[in-house]
């Protein structure tokens, strides 16, 4: 194992490594759900409540019947994937050259999380971050 050096963010406490293979990435199937709902209060400004479902998952069974893996099985564990589930609000200020500029505010309400196995001590735990702002320019959709 390489341990990067130099000081990171949230670097406080004990080191923790990556091995390879760990953390899942990738699937041969995927499910998605966006809901919005444009709501305007006045004539350039609409607010956005939303709803963002979904994830990657290895097959297409695993959608609706995720498998049982044992505790102890630190691989497929990782590997089993969950359906997630972000809510949140966005603002969208119509411009003058056509398009709108959005700010939206979104909280992944079951955030996966990933045991990283450790060569000294327990297992780390990586989890995604609960809170993201994301801004725009024009609809994705």
């Known amino acids: ?5 130099g000081t990171f963010l949230n670097s ?3 080191s923790v490594y990556l091995a390879p293979f760990t953390v899942p990435f990738g699937g041969n199937a995927m499910a998605v759900i966006n809901l919005e ?15 963002d479902g979904g994830n990657v998952f290895r ?3 695993d959608i609706f019947n995720p498998p049982d893996v044992p505790a102890n099985d630190v691989f497929r564990q990782n590997l089993r ?3 997630t589930h972000t809510a949140g609000i966005g603002l969208r ?14 909280r992944l309400l079951n955030p996966p999380r990933f ?3 450790q060569t000294v001590g327990p297992n780390a735990i990586y989890q995604l971050r609960q809170d993201q702002i994301h801004f725009r320019f024009s609809q994705a959709f």
Not at 37 to 51: Q, T
Request: proline content about 11%; cysteine-free.
């Open 1 to 5: 194992m390489i341990e990067p050096q």
């Open 12 to 14: 406080a406490g004990n």
């Open 37 to 51: 709902a444009r709501v305007p209060i006045s004539k350039s400004i609409r607010v956005v409540p939303f709803y």
């Open 59 to 61: 097959r297409i069974g």
């Open 81 to 83: 994937a969950l359906w």
């Open 93 to 106: 200020l119509k411009t003058p050259i056509g398009g709108e500029f959005g700010v939206d505010y979104g």
């Open 115 to 117: 045991l990283i196995p």
